[in-house]
């Protein structure tokens, strides 16, 4: 008797042999399920190019397209479909490949008609309560937090630029963004852009520090033909670029202290002149500026102009460093794999709680674009395969490897002078290894020692534990 959940699931069914495929096809229907029976791999590839499927039942050996690489195309083209995979013979070594390459299952015959059966009901009922799981995780992180743009993150530092965007978005009013670089800088102002009346107009992005003053000047403010050797024609700035629209002032701590007092004139009177020029333009654009560094030390060196920073300081945003907002890291791993993988048509691949803790053993001195780059770098190495801690850079291992190796606090110290000597060097072992990734030649050589008398030392401090000699 048919399950009333069956109906209408699409079972595919790829198997060479007849007979076995006509028994198999009558016990999936008997039990309420739509079979779409094919006799190769070639024909499954196009089924699931075409209308697809609910689940795929594939034999693991096949002619021409084969049961594994079946099973890659499905994960490639739809990677959330199960896969069972079925075999004339039990071999342990195919069976730990399929599962490596993502299949459900693996069956061995002979098996009763049941078991198959029993089998998709399971896996189909698995992949129904993970994406309710999805879509009720995705609801309620919608009603936790609202996230503008392209901005990841729900830790408090993070809600906080959050409220701060959606307040000043709809003010016509001149931010200046502070962060480190790597933080979001830009995709803060885009975010700004975004939620404001100018919308609709172009966002016009600068890098202050990317050009020397004379270029930067031409750059912002256009020139007139002849202005200087080389302009045989007239050339439109970025600030008439960005008309009806908003302006992105990025590094602007690198700006020439020349170029700021005609910001200055800018922001006061919202006009321009080209380079060359004598006439003023006038010019309809919002401000948004970022800042790698406070303004207010560069004031104090007589590098930044005091007046210029009260006209662009309307209002501050603080974007904190990645290493202050921890707890957004296995979100931000979970955006970047998803951006990457799509990237990259690879099949999306979990990262396990040792590489999860390592990031957050690391302090992330590049912020967000660091680890982006990371997670970028694991997506092209680790296709098909678990990622594990050696496939992260030395630095990361070596935050990771040297957080397991913390001594335990003493709350009375010995006061043995052989036991404290002992400590010190325990101590200072760590650090050396953690700082050179725990490699062993590169850290015997810093030391100044052999790698066989730093190997006795962490034999006899304990260190070997959380480290190979590689």
């Known amino acids: 008797m048919a399950i009333p959940a069956s109906v209408g699931t699409r079972v595919l069914l790829v198997e060479a042999d007849r007979a076995l495929r006509s028994r198999l096809e009558k016990s999936l229907s008997c039990a309420g399920f739509q079979v779409i029976a094919c006799p190769d791999g070639l024909t499954g590839q196009g089924q699931l190019k075409g209308d697809g499927c609910d689940l795929v039942i594939s034999n693991r050996y096949l002619l021409g397209v084969d049961g594994l690489e079946l099973l890659r195309f499905s994960k490639t083209h739809c990677p959330d479909v199960p896969v069972i995979l079925i075999a004339e013979r039990q071999s342990i070594p195919d069976a730990v490949e399929a599962v490596k390459l993502g299949a459900a299952d693996y069956l061995p015959l002979p ?239 979990a990262c396990p709680d040792v590489i999860i803790d390592a990031f957050l053993a690391y302090a992330w001195p590049g912020n967000v674009r660091e680890l982006e780059n990371t997670i970028k770098r694991l997506t092209v190495l680790c296709h098909n395969k678990p990622v594990t801690l050696i496939d992260l850079p030395a630095e990361i291992q070596g935050a990771a490897l040297n957080r397991v190796a913390k001594p335990v606090p003493v709350d009375k110290p010995d006061l043995n002078l052989r036991l404290f000597l002992a400590r010190a060097e325990s101590l200072h072992l760590r650090e050396a290894l953690g700082q050179c990734g725990w490699r062993i030649g590169e850290c015997a050589r810093k030391l100044g020692i052999s790698r066989k008398s730093l190997w006795e030392k962490m034999r006899r401090h304990k260190l070997t534990s959380v480290v190979t000699d590689k």
């Open 111 to 349: 098996f009763p008609d049941d078991v198959v059966v029993l089998k998709v009901r399971e896996l189909l009922e698995l992949r129904r309560l993970k994406a309710e799981n999805r879509a009720l995780q995705d609801k309620l992180a919608a009603s936790a937090f609202r996230s503008p743009a392209n901005l990841v993150g729900r830790s408090e530092p993070m809600q906080r630029v959050y409220e701060m965007i959606q307040a000043v978005a709809p003010m016509d009013v001149t931010v200046l963004i502070y962060g480190e670089s790597g933080t979001g800088k830009e995709l803060v102002s885009r975010a700004i852009h975004a939620c404001s009346s100018r919308k609709d107009g172009p966002f016009v992005k600068v890098s202050c520090s990317a050009l020397v003053p004379t270029l930067l000047e031409s750059e912002l403010f256009g020139h007139e033909k002849g202005a200087f050797t080389g302009a045989i024609c007239s050339r439109v700035g970025r600030f008439e670029q960005a008309k009806g629209g908003t302006i992105f002032l990025d590094d602007i701590d690198d700006v020439s202290l020349e170029i700021q007092t005609k910001l200055l004139r800018v922001l006061q009177d919202a006009e321009i002149e080209r380079v060359g020029g004598g006439r003023l333009i006038p010019v309809d654009v919002r401000v948004v500026v970022a800042s790698k560094c406070s303004l207010t030390e560069l004031i104090q060196e007589k590098r930044f102009r005091e007046d210029l920073f009260y006209r662009i300081n309307v209002v501050p945003i603080h974007l904190p460093p990645l290493r202050d907002r921890a707890e957004d890291i296995p979100l931000l791993v979970h955006h970047f794999m998803e951006k990457f993988c799509k990237k990259f048509d690879r099949v999306q691949f």
